[in-house]
């Protein structure tokens, strides 16, 4: 079935540092990857998306790179602050299929 | 703009009653869905509306969870007969159109059933 598998479950960071986020992804009919922010207590805020015709994508500190032939897309974020601490969920789909697969998550923690 | 909302935030409710939570989509959105998020785990699809039709419901657990989207807008998820399994937060979501668009959270029902 459809699955897409989320590392690491936990990461710590100094401020300053980057961090680096990994999903895989099990549906090869799969070509729209959007990454959500949740803070404790709040609602999955989306931070940045790709899709299948690219292969990077960039928004100010965030980043996020995409290989299907691997099947697989990472998130990047430069210059950590404390505000970035968070979960961090990655999630594939089919465009026509509407439905998002969640990851199962990645909680850091971005130390001042 | 308002964005997407649901009621009530928390409901407590015993094992055996049945349940409606609703959710109101932001205006003017095709496409709404429903998800399922434990503690600690990311959403987990339930359901999901184009307008009014029901395109893909194999995300609910059993026949005692069913939604509805009457009139394309409000959507209704109800679960008859709670179990104790059933609690979780309950997220909605909506997008634009069908094909992709961006999905918007909820601030999600906490059910609890006792």
């Known amino acids: 079935g459809e699955n897409v598998e989320q590392h690491p479950s936990t990461l710590s960071v100094q401020e300053g540092d980057s961090a680096v986020i990994k999903c895989t992804y099990s549906?090869?009919?799969?070509?729209?990857f959007p990454w959500y922010k949740q803070e404790l207590g709040k609602r999955p805020q989306l931070i940045i998306d790709?899709?299948?015709?690219?292969g990077e994508k960039k928004d100010q500190r965030i980043a996020v790179t995409l290989n299907k032939t691997a099947k697989h897309f990472s998130l990047h974020i430069t210059e950590t602050q404390p505000e970035d601490s968070a979960v961090y969920f990655c999630?594939?789909?089919?465009?026509?299929?509407?439905?998002?697969?969640f990851g199962q998550g990645t909680e850091l923690s971005v130390k001042p | 703009g308002a964005g997407v909302s649901q009621s009530p935030r928390y409901k407590v409710t015993k094992r055996g009653q049945d349940v409606a939570l609703r959710c109101d989509p932001i205006?003017?959105?095709?496409?709404l869905y429903w998800y399922r998020q434990a503690l600690g785990q990311g959403p987990e699809f339930l359901t999901y509306?184009?307008?009014?039709?029901?395109?893909?419901k194999s995300g609910l657990p059993n026949d005692r969870f069913s939604a509805e989207r009457p009139e394309g807008s409000i959507s209704t998820l109800t679960i008859q007969r709670t179990e104790q399994r059933d609690s979780a937060m309950y997220r909605c979501?909506?997008?634009?159109?069908?094909?992709?668009?961006?999905?918007?959270f909820g601030p999600g029902t906490r059910l609890t059933v006792l």
């Open positions: 979501a909506s997008s634009l159109g069908v094909v992709y668009n961006e999905q918007f």
């Open positions: 549906d090869s009919a799969s070509n729209y």
């Open positions: 790709i899709r299948s015709n690219v």
């Open positions: 999630a594939a789909s089919r465009a026509e299929g509407g439905k998002l697969i």
């Open positions: 205006s003017g959105h095709v496409s």
């Open positions: 509306f184009n307008y009014e039709a029901q395109q893909d």
